[in-house]
């Protein structure tokens, strides 16, 4: 029975090249490296095909075929080998790094950026007053100590936040919504629809709600940038008003960009600043 093929890289050859391929190495199932005999006698050519996660992609998995990918120094394939298997043998030269490993701690951010949405505020403060209420009637019951209810009331916020908020995970400009960034979240979940989806018609179907969404996000994002925009101008236009002149400098380093590029005066063989413009051209 033939199953669809979801995840691999291969080459396609002409006849030539078939007859020239000397070596064949996969690395897993997003690197394949081919060797090639060449008119240069003694010459190799290699060529490595890759198929990198996007950056939807779970970070293990991006690290684990970057860190594969850099691994490679030379790789050899010994067809003449006796092995005793199908398998050729293979010789490869490898970068590895000593490492000290030590327990770490990750540091759990939340995405706070939910609580400037009215409703997520209210699905939080149900939520936290829930928590405290099962925990004030547990120290009614039980004689803790200081130290047990810090736990307690450190509990109820961590679960809290990751129930409503959830984690952060990318860095997001201010000025998109929360409604833009649940669009966001449900384009992500449609991404993975489409890798889930076994039958060509699944994942047509998949693809065709993904390229919408994908088309939703952008107007949305635009949407939200255009009203961020006009709301610096009219801030400007107050502090103009106002004559805020640091106020008003700060809206239109936000307005042009934060990261100008500036412009170094020339200077002259003792490292003082040259003016002139006749002495800027024979520098």
């Given amino acids: ?32 490296k081919a060797s090639f005999k060449t008119k240069k006698e003694g010459i ?14 779970n970070d293990d998995i991006k690290d684990q075929f970057y860190e594969r990918l850099q691994t490679m120094e030379d790789v050899r394939t010994r067809r003449e080998a006796d092995i005793a298997s199908y398998h050729h043998l ?19 951010r939340f995405n706070t950026a939910f609580l400037r949405d009215t409703n997520k505020i209210k699905e939080f403060k149900i939520a936290l007053n829930y928590r405290f209420q099962a925990l004030q009637d547990l120290l009614k019951k039980e004689k803790t100590t200081m130290e047990d209810n810090w736990k307690g009331i450190k509990e109820a916020l961590t ?41 060509r018609a699944e994942r047509v179907q998949a693809q065709a709600e993904y390229t919408e969404a994908n088309k939703q996000v952008k107007r949305s994002i635009r949407a939200d940038k255009k009203k961020y925009v006009e709301e610096l101008a009219k801030a400007a236009e107050k502090a103009a008003r ?36 006749q002495e800027q051209e024979n520098r």
């Fill in 90 to 108: 293979v010789v490869a030269n490898l970068k590895l790094k000593k490492k000290w490993t030590t327990g770490q701690i990750t540091l759990q």
């Fill in 1 to 32: 029975m033939n199953m669809l093929q979801l995840q691999g890289v291969d080459l396609m050859l002409f006849k030539v090249a078939q007859n020239a391929l000397i070596g064949l190495e996969s690395h897993g199932f997003r690197i394949i």
């Fill in 242 to 277: 106002e004559e805020n002149m640091k106020q008003l400098y700060d809206i239109t380093k936000k307005l042009v960009g934060r990261y100008g590029k500036t412009e170094k005066p020339a200077e002259n063989k003792e490292r003082k600043s040259v003016v002139e413009i």
């Fill in 44 to 57: 190799t050519m290699n060529i490595i095909q890759c198929y990198a996660p996007t950056n939807n992609s």
């Fill in 159 to 199: 679960s809290t936040c990751q129930e409503v908020l959830g984690l952060k995970k990318h860095h997001h400009k201010e000025w998109i919504s929360i409604g833009t960034l649940d669009e966001i979240k449900e384009r992500k979940n449609m991404k993975a629809a489409i890798n889930n989806n076994r039958t």
